[in-house]
């Protein structure tokens, strides 16, 4: 059984920083590609960030581009996503994800396996 479980959300201020983490548990981890996804309330669910099985393509949401920073352990099965410079416009449930191959990475429908998703939550 797969399981994903995300860690590290919260309340913080804006400009401030949140460290995101997904251990997964029952798959080969390093032959996935993780993402991380987001969904504000009202509206739909949003790519991220990713992270290829070693780590060689990082793609990016534009909007986060420079702030969100996404990493990867593959001894520990984790994958990390650490967030500065928060904006109120960032609160959101966070869930990870992990699919097999790396194109389309960007896209939610590719993705095989979900987390339960844990709150950011940024104050102005």
């Known amino acids: 059984q797969v399981t994903l479980v995300e860690s590290g959300g919260g309340l913080v201020q804006a400009g401030g920083s949140l460290r995101l983490s997904c251990a997964a548990s029952?798959?080969?981890?390093?032959?996935?590609?993780m993402g991380w996804f987001r969904q504000a309330p009202g509206k739909e669910r949003e790519f991220v960030a990713a992270?290829?099985?070693?780590?060689?393509?990082?793609p990016y949401t534009d909007s986060v581009k420079g702030r969100f920073t996404i990493s990867r352990d593959n001894a520990k099965n984790t994958v990390v996503l650490q967030m500065n410079s928060l904006k109120p416009e960032d609160t959101a449930v966070y869930f990870c994800?992990?699919?097999?191959?790396?194109?389309?990475?960007?896209?939610?429908?590719?993705?095989?396996?979900w987390g339960q998703g844990t709150q950011v939550t940024v104050s102005s």
């Open positions: 994800a992990a699919k097999r191959g790396g194109s389309n990475a960007q896209q939610g429908e590719r993705y095989d396996y």
């Open positions: 029952g798959l080969t981890f390093s032959l996935y590609t």
């Open positions: 992270i290829s099985w070693l780590g060689g393509s990082t």
